[in-house]
């Protein structure tokens, strides 16, 4: 990274930073749990039906920067045992 980047990156955050700091931020931890059973209905080769558990955790949040500047966050990874 040359000096040029690196010194209007740092300008950029320095102005960003006590804007996006001093606004209310919501966050929300979600997790779910399902049972269920795969009869493999798209009928894939070598894959007989099965039961399944799934665990999924699911990350929101909302962050409002300024009174026209919003930003979201969402992710939902899935784990199936």
Known sequence: MSKKTFYVLMAVL??????????ERVVTVQNSVRV???DNIY????KA??????DILTL???FHI???TDAILYWQPEVRY
């Open 66 to 68: 300024s009174g026209r």
């Open 14 to 23: 320095m102005v960003s930073i006590p804007g996006f700091s001093a606004q």
């Open 49 to 54: 039906g099965s039961a399944y558990i799934s």
């Open 36 to 38: 269920g059973y795969d």
């Open 43 to 46: 009928l894939q080769k070598n």
């Open 60 to 62: 929101t949040g909302k």
